[in-house]
């Protein structure tokens, strides 16, 4: 292998490495917005459990006379 095409070789290598970077560059940009996405489902979460231990206990007020 003469010296230009090792030298291409290794171009080609780095071309590679640094789209992998990119790549996960990209994944870590998206990883905030699944972030931002999950803190809204986990409040809404909350806010359902909220809303179905105070229709349990209004309910267990009604079966018990208070």
């Known amino acids: 292998m003469n ?6 070789r290794t171009l080609n290598e780095i071309l590679i490495r640094l789209g992998k970077i ?3 560059l990209i994944g870590i940009r998206k990883l905030s917005e699944r972030v931002s996405n999950l803190e809204v489902w ?3 979460l909350k806010g359902a459990w909220a809303a179905v231990t105070a229709g349990y206990v209004y309910l267990c007020g009604i079966s018990f006379g208070k």
């Open 22 to 24: 990119e790549g996960e």
């Open 3 to 8: 010296a230009q095409q090792e030298l291409m």
């Open 42 to 44: 986990q409040n809404w």
